[in-house]
């Protein structure tokens, strides 16, 4: 590791030397890359998808061979897969369901290790997904405080950004529905509020998972008035949507996944023109 | 392999505003550029050191955590957090009976039959804050599995917030277990304020163990069945409803070195410090050999190793 290292530090003069017009290129074209990924593979290991794991003797055997893995399988679900992302993109990450799209940003949030390939990243990621369930027997308000507190924010700020947070969910429309427990709300409100705690903050790269696909109308209109300003907060954002029109409305560039495999990277209108065609297949 | 990659990116080039235009930058592999932008890798597991700060930087979190879960705790039930205090009480009156009156416990206990109840409620008390610092560490990370897979945070705060949580706990069930050692005669004395740093070592011992168990109960979910078992033959070898030493010398003549090193587990270790510190008629005599440093030692041991295992694992949990 530290002989990599040091490589990488020797041949970084030699680069910079030929590339005093390559700094001037990037000061012109503010072409900075936030996420790149590099020929990256996951694999999922998942107990109890073997066959056989209710029968005892068949546990047991496994135990006495010890056999790395008894009861477990591996779903390899994204196969190498390379991009960059830059500073200020809208990226639509799109495919058929079980396509690899959310394992992808998982892993670029560093929540799901590579197996092999790396992402390299600017800052820590946030993913915002619909599986992301908060902690269901505590008020809404509570999860308010602790999601902001976990992803590092002050008391202050919370404390500032509290009112703003639970008014863009829209949580309290319809009554004090903030200190009830978050397992009273429905799917929708839920995952309003969580879009709307993740949102409170400024990311460098966020990553949204469907969860604009629960909110209503109202709703989608004012998270995605958010993305653009995330954008313009020099972020980069990734969204996963099965909503065309709203990677269209959102995104420049596209990633098609398909099977874990990048199948085509480019401007959305160009990306999405094949998928429909696959699609509609 | 990196030459593939820029194959792709420069199909993709053709593209005006979603990939940059022809720069040396093309010429840089994935790794150059990165470490030319300061990138780092997503996911990797932090120094030592920078895991502290990490971790020292989330102490909101984590103090907000473990009081969330105090108070959710029972928020389906009735009677709420009465049963906080309850639920321990319930269990030493349960042991009063079996072990106190039907099978004789009561025998040898310093300073007589009737000291039997502070020394049982004590025992029982300070063992369920370690039982259940084990119990929950093992579930720590399993059990929030939906956090550590949306948020990213030290997944240290889980375990520790677990043993927090459960020192938080054992202060609301002090306030009880002072009232029933006056009701027994044992009134306050400076001898008391031996509990804090008996508490603070025991905490430091429990939070050590809910780290391991965190690491070992997130690869092996099987653990968190397995368990109960473990942590019930571990209160009965530590003596916590009868006096280990007269139990096992007089009454079931056993050899002296199984007492000495009964008496020098962890759990029986904190549970004579605290008696010790609340019952007047417990004396020094009754406590084993370098009981101080056996605390000190259980606490610094397990709880700076417990930090550095749960560690080594940090970038692994949440798979699958």
Same mark, same amino acid.
Request: glycine share 10%; with cysteine; net charge positive.
């Given at each position: ?61 496994? #135990? ?24 200020? &993109?809208? #990226? ?31 800052? &820590? ?25 976990? +992803? ?10 509290? &009112?703003? #947070? ?10 004090? %529905?903030?200190?009830?427990? +978050? ?36 709703? &989608? ?25 709203? #990677? ?29 065609? %696959?699609?509609?297949? | ?79 709420? *957090? ?13 042991? /009063? ?89 044992? /009134? ?53 409803? /009868? ?19 009964? *008496? ?13 510190? /609340? ?42």
């Amino acid at each position: 590791m530290a002989v990599a290292e040091h490589t990488e530090r020797s041949g970084a003069p030699a680069a910079s030397g030929q590339g005093t017009e390559a700094q001037a290129a990037v000061a012109a074209t503010p072409w900075v890359p936030t996420v790149i990924a590099e020929d990256l593979h996951i694999v999922y290991r998942v107990y109890g998808g073997a066959k056989g794991r209710g029968s005892a003797t068949a546990a047991l055997n496994r #135990i006495i061979r010890r056999k790395p893995g008894g009861g477990m399988r591996e779903v390899h679900a994204v196969r190498g897969v390379s991009f960059t992302a830059y500073r200020g &993109q809208a #990226i639509g990450l799109i495919g058929s369901n079980g396509s690899g799209k959310s394992t992808l940003l998982k892993a670029v949030a560093g929540l799901l290790p590579a197996e092999s390939g790396r992402v390299y990243t600017d800052g &820590q990621p946030s993913l915002l997904g619909v599986n992301a369930a908060m902690m269901n027997d505590l008020t809404g308000e509570r999860n308010v405080i602790l999601g902001g507190l976990a +992803m590092g924010m002050s008391r202050e700020e919370i404390g500032r950004r509290y &009112q703003d #947070i639970v008014d863009f969910s829209g949580i309290n429309e319809k009554g004090d %529905f903030i200190t009830l427990p +978050m397992r009273t709300y429905s799917s929708g409100m839920a995952a309003r509020l969580r879009f709307s705690i993740a949102a409170a903050k400024n990311h460098d790269v966020l990553m949204i998972d469907e969860a604009l696909a629960t909110g209503d109308k109202k709703f &989608q209109k004012r998270s995605e008035a958010r993305i653009r300003e995330l954008r313009k907060e020099a972020g980069t954002v990734f969204l996963v949507s099965h909503n065309n029109k709203s #990677i269209r409305d959102t995104c420049e560039r596209v990633l098609w996944l398909e099977k874990g495999q990048l199948l085509l990277d480019g401007p959305t209108d160009e990306v999405l023109k094949e998928y429909e065609k %696959f699609t509609s297949k | 392999m990196s030459e593939t990659t820029h194959d792709s990116a420069d199909s993709a080039d053709s593209a005006v505003g979603v990939a940059p235009p022809p720069s040396p930058d093309d010429r840089l592999t994935p790794a150059e550029l990165a470490a030319k932008y300061g990138l780092s890798v997503s996911g990797a597991r932090p120094s030592l050191p920078d895991y502290v700060r990490q971790l020292w930087a989330r102490r909101h979190f984590i103090l907000a955590f473990s009081r969330a879960k105090l108070t959710a705790q029972y928020s389906q039930a009735k009677l709420g *957090q009465l049963w906080q205090v309850a639920t321990p009480l319930l269990n030493a009156a349960v042991y /009063f009976f079996i072990f106190g009156v039907l099978l004789g416990g009561r025998d040898g206990t310093p300073g007589g039959k009737e000291n039997y109840v502070p020394f049982l409620v004590t025992g029982v008390f300070v063992f369920t804050f370690t039982q259940t610092s084990v119990l929950n560490g093992v579930r720590a990370i399993s059990s929030n599995l939906g956090l550590v897979r949306a948020l990213h945070f030290p997944r240290a705060s889980l375990p520790i917030s677990v043993s927090l949580q459960q020192l938080q706990q054992l202060l609301f069930s002090m306030i009880v277990l002072i009232v029933i050692l006056i009701g027994f005669g044992q /009134f306050p004395a400076w001898s008391w304020l031996l509990i804090v740093p008996t508490l603070v070592l025991q905490f430091g011992f429990n939070t050590g163990l809910a780290l391991i168990m965190a690491r070992l109960g997130s690869k092996t979910p099987d653990l968190a069945q397995l368990m109960p078992f473990v942590t019930r033959t571990w209160m009965y070898a530590s003596g916590v409803m /009868f006096p280990l030493q007269h139990m096992l010398q007089t009454r079931a003549s056993a050899p002296g070195w199984l007492v000495d090193v009964l *008496q020098a587990n962890p759990a029986a270790v904190y549970m004579d410090l605290m008696r010790f510190a /609340f019952i007047d008629e417990y004396t020094g005599a009754d406590l084993p050999p370098h009981v101080w440093a056996l605390a000190l030692g259980w606490a610094v041991v397990v709880g700076l190793g417990g930090f550095v295992f749960f560690w080594k694992a940090e970038e692994r949990y949440g798979r699958g």
